[in-house]
């Protein structure tokens, strides 16, 4: 189905088939170290101005991908597949520009989606990449990467925000999205390409990402990004250290006010480097310090007082010391959870209390648990079968293996388990199948199936049909410290709805309290 045709690119000797002059195909330029993808009609052709380029003259090697089956339409699909798969492979460093780079719709798009898997073992069995596809999906580079195919609302987003940047005509960017909707695939994608750019030259940009162990993710894939570097990532307090021309901001929402937090020292004096007041929080830092401010924000990801929340975001929005105008972008198609945007109603249903039908769904699965060592079993026959599993729960237990680690925080019908033995990197640690992780180790990660434990931190007013929480269960001492009952009934619906928005598969419940296990049963399907 695919043959692969090797030439000596340096000294431009190539064999004679017919269909290297007149025929749709793809091409790797390598030289061992980095490699170039692309797709000709007329590949011969393309070497010789290859050839003249002074970029490309690093290569030595070119491999032709031939099919006979090929035709422009795949060809243009299958050489963004094979940018994003083998720029997460890591065998190679891909020199790419991610310019162009979309989901592509044409006839019989599923046959050739399968037939790639095809392609790729062919890859594999001629030494061009390492890794299995499934192996490459499971992976940070792959989720993150900056060569993404983008779909049609974020595609559209891309275009108007890099329109906006260049006009100079706004200095505040703001993209909403629900979680899963892309809002760091595009974040990312905006990096590379505003690095790449001649346009961008010498412009000082850096990429501001909140979370300790997100942030760390983001340095190791900035790392394998050609053309990127992980001094780029910065934390909030990076950020006071001087001006930059455009700071991307991604989970804006977990940016810190002067509340809450265990660094009151240093973010004081940070406020006071930027001639501010501990009124002032980061969000305030990145706006000092940048021409154009690129938010990303979600309200209904703040999790705890020291967050961001919608009133105070909007507020400073609003104000603004000079005439350029404020854009706003809205990013509304789910792409992690394969439910769909519809998960993600039923999921606002639930917790308003205005659900009104079971869940069902062909592509997404969510299921109800009352015997807690199957829930614990099922974990790891689906860790076993596809990887990236995890369990993960409120922060309804203490953290008593924080300083003793031979101890177990959690016991729920005889199984003990121990929180996340770290934050950064949690998610990829060999242990994390064994442990619990909290909403400060998962968000902003994907996982293929999540199994979440709600605590008795959360439960169900049967005679107010409503949500309710418990102050006394809650043990994020941060998180509840200054909060009314009010605002912690937000903090900790949040949580929950963070932690059911990780799996990309499907989610699985246990619930600790009989009223909120009860509530739930009428439209979830109990095990």
């Known amino acids: 189905m695919f043959e692969i045709i090797d030439g000596d690119f340096k000294n ?62 795949v060809t243009f699909d299958y050489e963004s597949k094979l940018i994003q798969y083998i720029v997460a492979d890591e065998l190679f460093q891909v020199t790419n520009k991610n310019s162009g780079i979309a989901d592509k ?24 990449v390492k890794h299995s596809l499934e192996e490459i999906e499971n992976s940070d580079l792959f989720k993150y990467s900056p060569y993404k195919e983008l ?27 629900m979680p899963g909707s892309g809002k760091t695939i595009v974040a990312v994608y905006l990096m590379k390409y505003l690095t790449d750019s001649e346009e961008f030259n010498g412009k000082q940009i850096g990429f ?26 910065l934390s909030p307090s990076d950020v006071t250290k001087k001006h930059y021309d455009i700071l991307l ?48 924000y979600d309200s209904m990801q703040v999790v705890g007082p020291s967050g961001i929340d919608s009133d105070r975001f909007k507020k400073k929005m609003e104000y603004s010391l000079t005439n350029r105008m404020i ?30 039908k079971k869940y069902e769904s062909d592509n997404y699965d969510l299921r109800l648990y009352t015997d807690f060592p199957a829930f614990e079993r099922d974990m790891y026959e689906k860790e076993s079968e596809v990887g990236l599993t995890r369990m993960l729960a409120g922060y309804a237990w203490p953290w008593i293996s924080k300083t003793d680690q031979t101890a ?20 990829h640690t060999k242990e994390a199948i064994d442990e619990i992780g909290c909403i400060h180790s998962i968000q902003g990660y994907d996982l293929n199936y999540a199994f979440v434990i709600f605590g008795k931190d959360i439960g169900w007013d049967k005679v107010a049909g409503e949500i309710i929480v418990r102050p006394e269960n ?24 963070v932690l059911m928005t990780r799996g990309i598969r499907g989610t699985y419940l246990y619930i600790c309290d009989d009223d909120l296990r009860e509530y739930l049963s009428d439209y979830i399907e109990e095990v």
């Open 208 to 233: 501001v990402v909140p979370q300790t162990s997100l942030r760390k993710t983001m340095k190791m894939i900035f790392k394998s990004i050609y053309g990127l570097s992980p001094s780029q990532v």
């Open 408 to 427: 177990r925080d959690i016991e729920i019908q005889n199984v003990k388990r121990m929180w996340n033995h770290c934050t950064e990197g949690w998610v």
């Open 151 to 177: 779909n049609d609302c974020q595609r559209n987003a891309v275009e108007d925000i890099l329109k906006k940047v260049k006009d100079g005509m706004v200095n505040r960017i703001v993209v909403n999205g």
């Open 474 to 497: 809650y043990y994020d001492q941060n998180g509840k410290r200054t909060a009314e009952y009010g605002d912690l009934l937000e903090y900790i619906k949040n949580i929950y709805y």
């Open 249 to 296: 901001a991604d989970e804006a929402h977990r940016l810190h006010q002067y509340k809450n937090i265990s660094y009151m020292g240093s973010f004081k004096k940070n406020c006071e480097k930027l001639g501010l007041t501990t009124a002032a929080d980061e969000l305030d830092w990145v706006l000092h310090q940048t021409d154009c401010a690129v938010l990303f």
């Open 12 to 73: 431009s000797k190539y064999s004679d088939e017919e269909y290297l002059n007149n025929w749709p195909m793809l091409y790797i330029l390598e030289n061992g170290k980095e490699a170039y993808i692309g797709e000709p009609n007329h590949v011969k052709t393309r070497m010789f101005q290859h050839a003249a380029s002074d970029e490309k003259r690093i290569f030595e090697k070119v491999h032709f991908i031939y099919s006979k089956m090929f035709n422009q339409s």
């Open 105 to 128: 719709k044409y006839y019989q798009k599923k046959e050739y989606d399968e037939k790639f898997e095809i392609l790729w073992r062919k890859l594999q069995k001629e030494k061009l």
């Open 327 to 356: 854009a706003y972008f809205t990013l509304s198609t789910q792409m992690r959870v394969q439910g769909g945007n519809d998960y993600i109603d039923f999921l606002n249903n639930i917790f308003s209390g205005n659900c009104t």
